[in-house]
């Protein structure tokens, strides 16, 4: 894998960011808040990636669309009252990441968030430097859908050859599948090795600082 890649694009929650458990314990309160029934903890893992109103859609099928914008809303809010520093992110991530740019290596964010949290929480871990650009579930299509990793491709001029997703999630596996372009499952957040083994990435790793000194 050494000098395959120009491009790497990571997810953020639960790939560079530890927030798999905290966006758990968000959905199961709001999902009590406004008196749904609450879904287990890996129904909500399996919902980490989508956008918020394909999450709501998938844990809570039955509800009408006014309830489900409820209990995002109430999600949302108990989501941002956590306040967010540079140890939310994975051990060893801020450094990985200047390593890979000091390297030469352009990288980016393609995420389920809105854009408003995740520029929120790259700049409280400190990390909104460090990418070239990046894409959010509220400014183009849901993954699975390729289109924001051919955004981000089509904006940096790099091919899709050039170009690495790594994400924790089937989503984002899924997503790099339609998009064309080789993958990194990691471990640390929503699904296992076993799951993510499914969409073929190049291989899983626990952390995605394992990643220095293969790629």
Known sequence: MKNRFDLIIFDWDGTLMD????????????AMNCECAVPDVQAVRDIVGLSIENAMKQLFPDEESDIRQKIAADYAKTFFTKKIGPDDLFPGVHDMLTQFRSQGYRLAVATGKKSTGLHAAMNATGAAGLFCTTRCADQ???????????????ELGVDKQRTLMVGDSVHDLQMALNAQIASVGV?????????????????CVNYPTDLIGII
């Open 140 to 154: 183009t299509a849901s993954k699975p859908n390729p289109l924001m990793l051919d955004e981000i491709m089509a």
């Open 19 to 30: 927030s798999v458990d905290w966006i758990v314990h968000c959905i199961q309160q709001a």
């Open 187 to 203: 471990t640390c957040g929503a699904h296992s090795a076993a799951t993510l083994q499914k969409y073929n990435p190049l291989l």
